[in-house]
């Protein structure tokens, strides 16, 4: 079964670090574009980082260019996002999936930027 496994977030101040992970199951990892995504409170899904199959390829979100680092594992079916410089703004549950979202969603890792 797919799966997405997020881990990482915490409460940190602003200018703060995290890192989360992706640990991902179920389908060719190595064959699917992968992206993290966040969800504020009131807000959409969008999307903040996205990497190519072999990670030669990455896009971000304007707000976050930058500041976050995307970047992944095929060996180990993970995918990372460095979060540097954290913003208020920042605060939301973050989801790794396939580019494009789809039908499958793991729980989120709640990231609390807040002084």
């Known amino acids: ?32 574009v992968m992206s993290w995504y966040r ?12 990497i190519s199959t072999l990670g030669g390829t990455t896009n971000y979100a304007d707000s976050v260019k930058g500041r976050f ?11 990372t996002l460095q979060m540097n410089s954290l913003k208020t703004e920042d605060t939301a549950v973050y989801y790794c ?7 499958y969603w793991g729980q989120g890792t709640q990231v609390t930027v807040s002084s």
């Open 1 to 32: 079964q797919v799966q997405f496994v997020e881990s990482g977030g915490g409460l940190v101040q602003p200018g703060g670090w995290l890192r989360l992970s992706c640990a991902a199951s179920g389908f060719a990892f190595n064959n699917k």
């Open 39 to 50: 969800q504020a409170p009131g807000k959409e899904r969008e999307l903040v980082a996205q």
């Open 69 to 79: 680092f995307i970047s992944r594992d095929n060996a180990k079916n993970t995918v």
């Open 97 to 103: 999936n396939w580019a494009g979202g789809g039908r």
